[in-house]
T-cell receptor, first 112, second 112 residues
Framework: DADVTQTPRNRITKTGKRIMLECSQT?????MYWYRQDPGLGLRLIYY???????NKGEISDGYSVSRQAQAKFSLSLESAIPNQTALYFC???????????FGPGTRLTVL | GENVEQHPSTLSVQEGDSAVIKCTYS??????FPWYKQELGKRPQLIID?????GEKKDQRIAVTLNKTAKHFSLHITETQPEDSAVYFC???????????FGSGTRLQVQP
């Protein structure tokens, strides 16, 4: 079945380290998203991309960067991780005609 | 930008009772309103959505209502079952090149 996958699924790192979270999809969707989930705060949008040449900041982009390497791949980087970036990170995809989001399984990131 | 508020943050009901979760949105141009269910340790998944040209939509025990004038929409679950226990998120977006804005989530607990 077509799916959205994320690697790694869990990561523990130290303050100041550079971290990359990767997302791949076999759904053939043009649109891809990165969200952060914290208890009581819902899903907050970090960055989104509507096609390979289109990158947009979401509501909480500070401290993060992204790269859209291909239609199927969208990576999120933390250049210098800090403890308040400890969270569950979700990648998602959607089609232009229908904004239904298909989420990956999530990456649990802990910054010590 | 869009702002979505969701209430309550937690909801406990007895099995067989109904549950109602409410969301308000700020952008009068928003026209797409999905609801996602996230079971413990899993990814969010779409359960129902509604567009602004419709006032109500039903799918078995789940229904969503939309009041465009008041800018609020609600999720109604009837005859609740223990497997309905999860976190529910509402969201809103405009048509076109717009990302979803999510509410902060409601943790529903159905007591057997």
């Amino acid at each position: 079945d077509a799916d959205v996958t994320q690697t790694p699924r869990n990561r523990i790192t130290k303050t100041g380290k550079r971290i990359m979270l990767e997302c791949s999809q076999t759904k053939g969707h043009d649109r891809m998203y990165w969200y952060r989930q914290d208890p009581g705060l819902g899903l907050r949008l970090i960055y989104y991309s509507f096609d390979v040449k289109d990158i947009n900041k979401g509501e909480i982009s500070d401290g993060y960067s992204v790269s859209r390497q291909a239609q199927a791949k969208f990576s999120l980087s933390l250049e210098s991780a800090i403890p308040n970036q400890t969270a569950l990170y979700f990648c998602a995809t959607s089609e232009p005609k229908n904004n239904e989001q298909f989420f990956g399984p999530g990456t649990r990131l802990t910054v010590l | 930008g869009e702002n979505v508020e969701q209430h309550p943050s937690t909801l406990s009901v007895q099995e067989g009772d109904s549950a109602v979760i409410k969301c308000t949105y700020s952008d009068s141009a928003s026209n797409y309103f999905p609801w996602y269910k996230q079971e413990l340790g899993k990814r969010p998944q779409l359960i129902i959505d509604i567009r602004s040209n419709v006032g109500e939509k039903k799918d078995q025990r789940i229904a969503v209502t939309l009041n465009k004038t008041a800018k609020h929409f609600s999720l109604h679950i009837t005859e609740t079952q223990p497997e309905d226990s999860a976190v529910y998120f509402c969201a809103a977006s405009r048509a076109g090149r717009r990302a979803l804005t999510f509410g902060s989530g409601t943790r529903l607990q159905v007591q057997p």
